[in-house]
């Protein structure tokens, strides 16, 4: 069973970046797909980004997409998702997972970790 730890969030104001970091143990990430997702308060959680196991497909939501870039730390066992130009609508606590397949779909994604909380000030 492949654990998820996610870390580097934290609170910046509108126009700033944050990396965040998904560090897998229990299995080896360049086996699976990893995406990040987010749920604001009061919403339901989307897609942000993901990444295959080869680094040539990645897919991004269309509000992130220019914005943050996904890329895999092999020797790591880590994947980081690298966040610029922030919004206030990007706050939400943002969850890392793996699949087996590329997709945008949670359902597929059979490992997820705790979250990280980030937040954007305006």
Sequence with gaps: QVQLEESGGGVVQAGGSLTLSCAASGGTVSNYAVGWFRRAPGKEREFVAVIAWTDD??????????????SRVNAANTVTLQMNSLKAEDT?????????????????????????????SS
């Design 57 to 70: 497909i990645t897919r991004f939501a269309d509000s992130v997409k220019d914005r943050f870039t996904i």
């Design 92 to 120: 939400a606590v943002y969850f890392c997972a793996v699949s087996t397949i590329v997709t945008e779909d949670p359902d597929w994604f059979a490992f997820w970790g705790q979250g990280t909380q980030v937040t954007v």
